[in-house]
């Protein structure tokens, strides 16, 4: 079940799996890790030019909305305003892993990439109320198991993936996708797709807002972590992912990631001081492994004057990737009986029904 199902209007056109897999090449994989009572966590993959086109850098650009958080490689992306290979996403205390994770899968898959240097992006947040975050159970395995799965198609949201454990607006959250398609040029003779990725942990229940609905103040629903003192209303983090086939220089991939800010403002929150809130933003539409020695290298790119359209498609596809991470869930209980409840659908349902 997805956000729309239940009535909630959103603007924007969506690609036709309304999620970032419309970006072509791109693909999304899960290892999902749920054991005993304990054990909620897991790792999302994402390759932007697929498992083979690992060697291929896309142009990049990174926003951080709030510190309180990791996502490795960004210094690299900052200087260069690339990256190349796969994105990992877990939880705060399997970064490290993940970021290993992923050498040992280019050491394995492309071993002439690995003989040279790697500066893996992985990023996380923090999924310790319903999971054992400190009993080492992500391995290398489990992020290599995720590098692989990746396909392209329909995107699994929810509890999947380094999404298993996380909450939203006190809410059970997760993984959560959507995607908008940008006419450019005469006559919009062409078309490209702008695809967001967010695993969201992030939000204080009475913020949550949809549409303009004020949901967190209208839903009848109990909350257990607001007995949870150990995490704060708003605590949590949320890593979001943005990637287009537009051509765009890494600048303006930067001003895509900044957009994902108004998105989630949408949604209600002010953006905590304990949570972190990192966004990336890639481009395919160029190939960035160019250029001989002794020659020069060509970008193309969207004129600066002409990116308003591919604003609005992340600001209205982040807002929307947060109501699929809600929709999808259920109710998950795990470490120390801690529960985190699904968003309640017939109630949403209820309140827009009737609304233009």
């Known amino acids: 079940m997805r956000a729309r199902s239940l009535g909630i209007p959103f603007g924007g056109t969506p690609g036709p799996w309304n999620?970032?897999?419309?970006?072509?090449?791109l693909e999304v994989g899960y290892a999902t890790l749920?054991?005993?009572?304990?054990?909620?966590t897991g790792v999302t993959a994402i390759h932007p030019r697929g498992r083979e086109g690992a060697g291929d850098p896309v142009t990049a650009g990174f926003f951080s909305q709030n510190g309180n958080g990791e996502m490795t490689g960004t210094a690299w992306i900052q200087e260069s305003g690339t990256f190349s290979g796969p994105v990992a996403i877990t939880n705060t205390h399997a970064v490290g892993v993940a970021h290993a994770g992923i050498v040992a899968w280019t050491v394995a898959r492309h071993p002439r990439l690995a003989d040279a240097w790697l500066l893996p992006v992985a990023a996380e947040t923090y999924d310790g109320y319903l999971n054992d975050i400190n009993g080492g159970h992500v391995t290398q395995q489990t992020v290599v198991d995720a590098l692989e799965a990746a396909a392209r198609g329909p995107v699994e949201e929810g509890s999947v993936g380094g999404g298993t454990g996380m909450n939203c607006y006190q809410f059970k959250g997760?993984?959560?996708?959507?995607?908008?398609?940008?006419?450019y040029g005469g006559s919009q003779a062409e078309q490209y797709v702008v695809g967001v990725f967010l695993q969201a942990?992030?939000?204080?229940?009475?913020?949550?807002?949809?549409?303009?609905?004020?949901?967190?103040?209208?839903l009848e629903a109990e909350n257990p972590m607001g007995e949870y003192t150990f995490v704060p209303p708003g605590a949590g983090s949320v890593i979001a992912v943005v990637a287009t086939d537009a051509p765009l220089l890494p600048h303006q991939c930067t001003a895509l990631a900044r957009r994902v800010t108004l998105g989630l403002a949408r949604t209600g929150t002010a953006g905590s001081h304990f949570s972190g809130d990192l966004f990336l933003a890639c481009s395919t539409g160029n190939p960035a492994s160019q250029g001989d020695a002794g020659r020069h290298g060509q970008l193309r790119f969207v004129p600066w004057g002409y990116l308003d359209?591919?604003?609005?498609?992340?600001?209205?596809?982040?807002e929307e990737a947060v109501a699929n991470a809600l929709v999808a869930n259920e109710t998950m209980t795990g470490r120390d009986g801690h529960r985190s409840p699904a968003l309640p659908r017939d109630q949403v349902a209820g309140l827009f029904?009737?609304?233009?």
């Open 19 to 25: 999620a970032i897999t419309d970006v072509p090449g």
């Open 34 to 40: 749920i054991r005993g009572e304990s054990v909620r």
């Open 174 to 183: 997760g993984s959560g996708t959507a995607s908008r398609l940008v006419g």
């Open 201 to 218: 942990n992030f939000g204080s229940r009475r913020e949550l807002t949809l549409a303009g609905v004020p949901l967190g103040r209208l």
């Open 309 to 318: 359209p591919f604003y609005t498609a992340v600001v209205q596809a982040t």
């Open 353 to 356: 029904r009737g609304r233009p």
